[in-house]
């Protein structure tokens, strides 16, 4: 059983749909991360939390550490919001980060 | 502010053949990562470095070295290529003290043929 896994693997929505996807880990962390990976190829960091709820322009991500789950929600969905979510896990020796497949989302206009 | 620059972008190898692949940044980061990156899995860390001059094994790290002679540069080596290498590689630096935030370079797109 992979140590993060990830929900939906591929999500297809309409321009301004409210978007979530969800993240179960099965480890203990210090800190959950949500990553952005656009069609070019390069990887952002969206966000690093270790509990609750943090919020940045349209994008929401939680964390529940007793469930060991975490979501990202996208608000007014746009095209420009189509790439791959990864969420990652990080603690233990070195703080090494573990990372889900990622989901690959579509926009549509 | 360049970050995380890797070279080269791209790269086609024969089996058998050398390279290393360069990962610079100018943040002063004591923390480098070298990830590969396959369809259909996750990012996977290969080697990291926690310090110039101190190298340590990832999960996938057979067919790979590392080295880490000045602080800004990570490299990462495949002494003898093979096809199961292609991918796509990533080098990620953080600060001690940015708490796991990681800067990931724009990667590197190896072809072994």
């Known amino acids: 059983k992979n140590e993060v896994e990830q929900s939906p693997q591929n999500l297809t929505a309409q321009e301004g749909e409210f978007i979530t996807i969800n993240c179960s880990y099965s480890?203990?962390?210090?800190?959950l991360h949500w990553l952005q990976q656009h069609p070019g190829g390069g990887i952002v960091s969206l966000f690093m939390?270790?509990?609750g709820k943090k919020k940045h322009g349209r994008l929401i991500a939680t964390i529940n550490i007793q469930e060991k789950h975490s979501s990202l929600h996208i608000t007014a969905s746009h095209p420009r919001d189509s790439a791959v979510y990864i969420c990652a896990v990080s603690g233990g020796r070195d703080d090494k980060i573990i990372f889900g497949k990622g989901t690959r989302l579509h926009i549509l206009p | 502010n360049a970050g995380v620059t890797q070279t080269p972008k791209f790269r086609v190898l024969k089996t058998g053949q050398s390279m290393t692949l360069l990962c610079a940044q100018d943040m002063n980061h004591e923390y480098m990562y070298w990830y590969r990156q396959d369809p259909g899995m996750g990012l996977r860390l290969i080697h990291y470095?926690?310090?110039?001059?101190?190298?340590a094994k990832g999960e996938v790290p057979d067919g790979y070295n590392v080295s880490r002679l000045k602080k800004q540069n990570f490299l990462l080596g495949l002494e003898s290529a093979a096809p199961s290498q292609t991918s796509v590689y990533f080098c990620?630096?953080?600060?001690?003290?940015?708490?796991?935030?990681?800067?990931f370079g724009a990667g590197t797109r190896l072809s072994v043929l």
């Open positions: 939390l270790s509990s």
């Open positions: 990620a630096s953080r600060s001690r003290q940015t708490l796991n935030i990681q800067y």
């Open positions: 470095s926690v310090g110039e001059g101190t190298t």
């Open positions: 480890v203990g962390i210090s800190a």
